[in-house]
């Protein structure tokens, strides 16, 4: 114990020694937090506040036993407990204390403080203190559920959490939010259904919107689709009224065949670079602006008709021809034609074509256009897995084996065949069509993809429907694991597709293999409920193929500061409490970008996400966290290394009187503690998270009471 003493001794010099005071200025809406060492060990009173939680908390340790050591804590004035401490009866007990007492801090012991923290900061504020002198000890989630069988180890858990909690809260200090002007625009980065959803919601509601699109058309991956499930409805029925309005709203500034180059700023202020790729054909505005009377495409298809390259069509999923200068389908919004000038050989016909209306500029090279908004929603899509990964398939290998997304494009009536479903190995109408469902998704061999793709068994459900009503006789067979008919109206279509006819093979299929007399397809499974292995030969195989996240999303992910999950998918805020918002403030996610989604699910995240992005828009000013770096200019020797460190580019070196210091943008910074970790001169001071908050942390831990 001796020894002990000794090196608790040595630690505290040590501290002394190399403690960092905190700026004596610090600009703020208000007036300046006093330094830390302004508020003493000795001064500070904190009261600790004890959740139940039910018997989330309570089942699993002995709350009696926790408060009666909270109140040998040092610098703890007050100790109590409740059923509910988030519920209105438990925060006015933390209000009363407040007051009564003469606090100076507030611990409550609870749960996560991504769930209730700023329920317990209003109740701290409300009682008559800054909302910043709060701290959170979570034994929920980090303690009562992980030892719900070691009621004394929980108990002993919590007691060093509380502990540690109330050494960082005697230290704390106030701390006041800064409010920044926000530009009444926004942006959409994507113009498939959710994208067009959320501009069409903000530009309803009166706010500028930039809608970028990478394709020269929006419509997104549903203006590929014959019919949506579980209603049948046209898809283009549904779809083209709504890019008709997003491509004539007067406050959506539509900005196709363009992406995203730069982004600077923060929430409030974001200054966008936008790559405007070269299309070699200028609208009619164009034309009228460059004084060309009745110049300007018109989409009379003119130069389509005379232009000799000939091209794999992507619309239609390579299973047509497109010309150098194209239009993805009659439809498009805008029309307009498109020079793919990685093809075009330059031969001049289309100009020649094209007469007086002057609509063709072979020498276009791109633009970069620099707009400022005050919010972004990201709806960069989905992309579909390769499925020829999955040699078993035979996928790229076999004619007849193809995509969910081809046979959408072979059983529409705008497709390549015009609707009239064929094999593409000799053109005959198949009557024996097996699908293969999962086909990729849910697979952990580690060439497919872990989770589940969610709207494939219904999409294959669909293609059944659609067979058995084109095709008299012709039979489905769906290989499945499990059926995930999760929606409205969703089950019923299931079991309707059943009294139609369709076949159903619970067990993954193994291997697919080819007769190459017939190209008839032999497809090898196991019949999980009849335990026996299944050889169907049919005509055609259908792959509902996973999806993944667009291969572009990622470097527009990093340019905006948004973190992805593990399979690539954009990460949401919180995915209850906030799941259009990102860590990035400012920042919105709306559709598959974020996740597999059907599409009401994705309209419907559409217009969460748009209505989040215009609250701060409407506002005219959001209040940002006070939780900012802050350099101690008489320690900062200009090195520059924490500049390049910080993700989200909050720092520079500027020069102030005759020297190179370090300056903050305080709206960029996220706290998030990298500069003040690594600044060799400890010239930087973290709000809320200061350097003796933390030591005092480590050393409740370490040093039991013995502080």
Known sequence: MAEKKKTTAKKTEAKKETKHEAPAKQETKKQAPAPVGSTTKQEARIGVFICHCGTNIAGSMDIPAVQEYAKTIPNVAYVDNYKYMCSMPGQGVINKAIKEQKLTGVVVAACSPRLHEPTFRTATKEGGLNPFRF??????????????????????????????????????????????????????????????????????????????????????????????????????????????????????????????????????NFDVTIRKKARGVITMAEGEARGIVGGGCNGCGDCEVVCP?????????????????????????????????????????????????????????????????????????????????????????????????????????????????????????????????????????????????RFCCMYSLKHAHQIIEKIPGCIPYLFYMDIRSFGKMYEEFYYRIQDEGGKFIRGRVANILEDPATKNLHVYADDTLLNRPVDMEVDLVVLAAAVQPMEDTNRTRKLFGVSCSMDGWLLEAHPKLNPCGTTTAGVFLAGVCQGPKDIPDTVASAEGAASAASIPIHKG???????????????????????????????????????????????????????????????????????????????????????
């Not at 689709?225 to 029925?237: G, R």
């Not at 990964?389 to 065949?417: D, H, M, Q």
């Open 135 to 268: 701290e959170m000890a979570n034994i929920r989630e980090q303690n009562s559920w992980v030892h719900m069988h070691d009621q004394e180890g929980s108990t002993e858990k919590a007691k060093d959490a509380i502990r540690i909690a109330v050494a960082k809260a005697s230290l704390l200090q106030d701390l006041f939010p800064k409010a920044v002007q926000v530009e009444h625009a926004a942006m959409v980065v994507g113009a498939g259904v959710a994208g067009m959803q959320a501009a069409l919601d903000l530009a309803n509601a009166g706010i500028k919107t930039y809608l970028v699109e990478s394709t020269p058309s929006i419509g997104g991956r549903m203006s590929q689709l014959d019919k949506t499930f579980p209603t049948l409805d046209c898809s283009q029925c549904i779809l083209t009224p709504k890019m008709v309005d997003v491509g004539r709203a007067p406050n959506i500034e539509l900005m196709t065949y363009s992406e995203v180059d730069a982004v600077e700023g923060y929430i409030g």
């Open 309 to 453: 390259v000939v091209k794999p069509n992507e619309f239609e999923v390579g299973m047509k021809p497109r010309k150098a200068i194209y239009i993805n389908h009659p439809q498009v919004v805008p029309l307009l034609y498109t020079i793919d000038f990685n093809s075009c050989i330059k031969c001049g016909l289309c100009v020649t074509s094209c007469g007086e209306k002057k609509a063709i500029d072979l020498e276009a090279k791109d633009e970069f256009v620099k707009v400022k908004v005050g919010t972004a929603i990201l709806a960069t899509g989905f992309d579909i897995f390769p499925v020829e990964k999955k040699t078993e398939w035979g996928y790229k290998k076999y004619e007849n084996v193809v995509t969910s997304l081809e046979f959408e494009r072979l059983i529409c009536a705008s497709g390549p065949t015009g609707g009239h479903l064929i094999r593409p190995s000799d053109g005959e109408t198949p009557k024996k069509v097996a699908f293969v469902l999962c086909a990729g998704s849910r697979d952990n061999t580690g060439n497919g993809k872990p989770y589940c793709s």
């Open 621 to 707: 000013e959001v209040e940002l966290e006070p939780y900012f770096a802050m350099c101690i200019e008489e320690r900062c020797a200009g090195c520059g290394m924490c500049v390049n460190l910080c993700p989200f580019s909050a720092l520079a070196l500027v020069e102030k009187e005759g020297r190179k210091v370090m300056q903050v943008t305080e709206a960029k910074c996220k706290g998030c503690g990298t500069c003040g970790g690594f600044c060799p001169g400890g010239a930087i001071w973290m709000n809320h998270f200061a350097t003796p908050q933390i030591v005092a942390q480590i050393d409740a831990f370490l040093l039991g009471g013995e502080q």
